[in-house]
Each structure stands twice: as structure tokens, then as C-alpha cells.
């Protein structure tokens, strides 16, 4: 198969106008041809670099994916037609990778192929709830519609995961600015006490000895105390990654967490709630929507759960109960939801239920971040203020002594 690469061309199109673009093809000439079938009359095409799939990973986020998404649907609401939006899209964008995949779904729609089957090529950046989302509104007719839902979905979707992260960020970054400032004191600065103390002649009070010793130890076996930090936690992360076991197990200790736990309890709920909304409202059946939420909870304990409430709604069985059966949504939830298939509005329940917790989420995080800047002061305080207690007691005996005589 030949390597293909992304080429710039400039050129002009059927009504004689100048325009410029990229494309992506096995060599010049065949791109020329591409173009002269999408009726434009190449002028220039030169090669811009080899298509690497790392390098269009690594820079490419789910925000920007979000972003395209909304822009594409204000676009189509406006009325500017599906590849012409592509354009409009990509001339604003900043990032090449991004720029180089709107374009390359952009070739392929302009060359026949529908929106959901040109996104279905780039499943790193389009999960199949997506590519499902747009097939449904590309076949129904309203897909300025659907992709104005996307983005929405999207945009929350994204933010939940943000103050997510934040949550869990803010205690590792607390222990990781502990640590190295009690390491740099410990190598750096303890040692210079260490030769002032060398020449008192008298025996160190306990506490000094103690941060000594462990001034001592960190000099000598810090860079091995540091590989076995590195070499454990890129340990950890690659078994996490080949064992499912592990990754159930972490979720459901996660769960269990202080504080922590009521964080990603919340907002898992906020996931499911939000893409059953989503899913169902566009048209999506119930059960073949419940496979596309059970991988958007982001919780091993919560997608058994959604497989479970999935395996008894195929059988006739209402979702309320389903959900009350597995015993880990909250009562609110699974109210609402009964109010829903009762009442036929189902997605609004739904969509109601997200938005609540959603913000009880933002509210947790603020009051997480509140709680741990005290937190932070208190623990720094009390490292750096013992090392320097203990660096000072000696100095605090010679004055006595010497005040005594």
C-alpha cells in the first residue's frame, strides 16, 4: 500500500474564483486528479510532510474535537453548505493536525462520501456515539440539529471531566510539592547545618539527630529512591492498562474514597444521564443506547451496572426498575427517570438530572479546592517549620550554655 502524505494546493474552482487547500493523497499527481474530480483546477500542488498518525494523536484533544463540533453547527444553522462549512472551519483553526483532519473529512465528503462514514476513518478522535449521533441526523434530515446536540453533550461532557481532574490533581499535587521541598532541604540545606554543627563538640538533641540521619540517607540515596518512584508508577500504569481486574478493582477503591469518591459517584451519574439524553432524544433505541452510555460513565462499577440495566431492559423490563435493581444510582436519579417514562419525556428527566448533577460536581471540586489550599499551607508549614526547628535547637542550647557561664 503506498504511503500517503498531506499535499497544499492552490488552484481555482468552477466559477473561476482562487482557492487554496490541503489534501491528502499517495502522490501529486493523483491528487491532482482527486481535485479535477471535485472540480478544481490545480494550479500548485506540493508535498507538506509525511502523515503521521503519533504526531496527529498527540495534539489533537477532545476540546478541540468539541470546538469543531459546535462550530460546524452554528455553520449548517446558518445555511452554508456541509463542505463549505469543512473550509470555514479549517481557516480558523490553529492547529495543523486538526486543520489536516478537518480537511481530510472534508475530501472525502466533497468526493461522495456521507459525514458519519468519513468520520468513521478517524476512530481516535470520533467514538462510535458520534459517528452513530451523525448517522442518525444525516439520515433523518437534521443534522445541523444533531450536531448542535453533540457539541453540547461534548461541551459538558468535557468540562465534568476537567473538574474531575482537578479533584484528583489537587491532593497528588499537594504530596508532590511536599515532597521536593523536603527533599531539597534535606540535600541542600540540612547539609550546611551539618558542618556548622560538626564543630560544637556537644551531642545533638534527638530531633536534630533524627533529620540528619534522614538528611544523610536522602544524599546518598535519592537518585535511587527517585528510579524507584519512576520505575513503580510506569509499572503500575502499563499492568493497569493489560489487566481489566485492576481496572475494576481501582474504580470500585476509588469510589470508596473520602470526599474523592462522591466527586466521581456524581459525576459518573452525570455522564449516564447525560448521553442516555442525548442518545435517546435522537432517536436512538433504548437498548442499543444504553451500549454507547455503558463506556461514557467512566467507572468499571457504573458500565457493569448500565450492561446489567441494558440485559434487563431487552427483556420487557422498565428502566427505573432496572436502575433501582443494581443499587448504585442515586434515588433521585432513578425517580426522575420513572417520572419520565410515565409522563413520555424521558430525555427531559433525563437532561434534568444531568444538569443537577453536574453542578453538584462543580460545587464538590470548589469545595475540594477551598478545603485544600488551608490544607496545603498546614502541611508545607509543618515540614518546612520542623526542619527548621530542627536545624535551630542546637543553636538554641550553645546560646543557653553560653548565657549560663
Not at 31 to 50: P, Y
Not at 84 to 91: G, P
Not at 355 to 362: I, L, R
Request: proline fraction near 3%.
Amino acid at each position: 500500500m503506498a504511503e500517503t502524505a498531506i499535499f497544499v494546493w492552490e488552484g481555482t474552482d468552477k466559477q473561476g474564483r482562487k482557492t487554496k487547500g490541503e489534501i491528502t493523497s499517495s502522490n501529486p499527481n493523483i491528487a491532482k486528479a482527486e481535485l479535477r474530480r471535485q472540480g478544481i483546477n490545480a494550479t500548485r500542488v506540493r508535498k507538506k510532510g509525511a502523515k503521521s498518525a503519533f504526531s496527529l494523536s498527540s495534539s489533537i484533544a477532545p476540546a478541540d474535537i468539541a470546538l469543531f463540533t459546535r462550530q460546524m453547527a452554528t455553520m449548517m444553522r446558518a445555511g452554508v453548505p456541509l463542505v463549505q462549512s469543512f473550509e470555514i472551519v479549517a481557516d480558523g483553526v490553529d492547529k495543523p493536525k486538526m486543520k489536516e483532519l478537518i480537511l481530510a473529512i472534508r475530501n472525502d465528503v466533497s468526493g461522495g462520501t456521507s459525514f458519519a462514514a468519513a468520520i468513521r476513518k478517524h476512530p481516535v478522535y470520533f467514538d462510535d456515539l458520534f459517528c452513530n449521533l451523525v448517522d442518525a441526523g444525516e439520515q433523518s434530515g437534521s443534522l445541523e440539529t444533531m450536531l448542535d446536540r453533540i457539541a453540547t453533550y461534548q461541551e459538558k461532557t468535557e468540562s465534568l471531566k476537567a473538574k474531575v481532574r482537578k479533584a484528583m490533581t489537587y491532593p497528588i499535587a499537594v504530596l508532590v510539592v511536599a515532597f521536593i521541598v523536603s527533599g531539597i532541604l534535606l540535600i541542600k540545606v540540612v547539609p550546611q547545618f551539618e558542618q556548622v554543627f560538626a564543630g560544637f563538640g556537644a551531642e545533638l538533641p534527638a530531633f536534630t539527630q533524627f533529620v540528619i540521619g534522614l538528611s544523610e540517607a536522602a544524599q546518598e540515596y535519592w537518585l535511587y529512591v527517585l528510579i524507584g518512584l519512576v520505575a513503580t508508577i510506569s509499572g503500575f500504569v502499563a499492568v493497569r492498562k493489560r489487566s481489566k481486574t485492576l481496572r475494576d478493582r481501582i474504580d470500585q477503591i476509588m469510589l470508596k474514597l473520602p470526599i474523592v469518591g462522591n466527586i466521581i459517584e456524581k459525576s459518573a451519574v452525570a455522564r449516564y444521564a447525560r448521553t442516555l439524553s442525548t442518545t435517546f432524544a435522537a432517536g436512538v433505541p433504548l437498548v442499543d443506547a444504553l451500549n454507547s452510555v455503558a463506556g461514557a460513565t467512566g467507572n468499571a462499577v457504573f458500565t457493569n451496572a448500565v450492561y446489567k440495566i441494558r440485559d434487563d431492559v431487552s427483556t420487557g423490563q422498565q428502566l427505573n426498575f432496572s436502575m433501582r435493581n443494581t443499587g448504585v444510582f442515586p434515588n433521585m436519579v432513578t425517580q426522575m427517570v420513572a417520572i419520565g417514562e410515565e409522563s413520555g419525556a424521558l430525555d427531559d428527566m433525563l437532561d434534568k438530572s444531568a444538569s443537577y448533577y453536574e453542578e453538584q460536581v462543580d460545587n464538590a471540586v470548589d469545595n475540594l479546592t477551598a478545603l485544600m489550599e488551608p490544607v496545603i499551607m498546614s502541611v508545607l508549614g509543618v515540614l518546612v517549620g520542623g526542619l527548621i526547628i530542627a536545624m535551630y535547637l542546637p543553636i538554641f542550647q550553645l546560646g543557653r550554655v553560653v548565657g549560663g557561664s
